[in-house]
């Protein structure tokens, strides 16, 4: 049996590159989330009002079920959450940056996708 090499678990487990590379963008964002909302410190039913869904909704991305999120999905609620988005054309790890809002200096993650 041939040993093979992938990128990522996305490229193993996907039929097509197109399929792997949005697969990629959904974990990315699904965690990026995840690590925002549990930053706040908060209680899933208050993060899940701060995102505007609903506590059971939050619970399935707390817990990784990447299969109940759309990629649209993901993306509102990244933007929800305060993430902001860039595209990149190689992949990279999540940054954080610092933005000025009207109270004071604000942590944000900025999420790498592919294009």
């Given at each position: 049996m041939e040993r093979q090499s992938f990128d990522n678990v996305w490229d193993a487990l996907e039929e097509s590159p197109a399929e792997a590379a949005r697969m990629t963008?959904?974990?990315?964002?699904?965690?990026?989330?995840?690590?925002q909302v549990r930053s706040w410190n908060?209680?899933?039913?208050e993060a899940a009002r701060?995102?505007?869904?609903?506590?059971?909704r939050l619970n399935?991305?707390?817990r990784g079920k990447i299969?109940?999120?759309?990629?649209?999905?993901?993306?509102?609620?990244?933007?929800?959450?305060?993430?902001?988005?860039l595209r990149r054309r190689r992949r990279s790890a999540v940054k954080l940056a610092r933005r000025e809002t009207l109270e004071g200096p604000r942590r944000v993650s900025y999420i790498v996708t592919l294009s």
């Open positions: 963008m959904r974990s990315n964002l699904l965690i990026a989330v995840d690590q908060l209680t899933q039913a701060r995102l505007g869904v609903t506590q059971p399935d991305l707390l299969t109940k999120f759309s990629l649209d999905t993901l993306i509102s609620l990244a933007i929800q959450a305060g993430l902001m988005l």
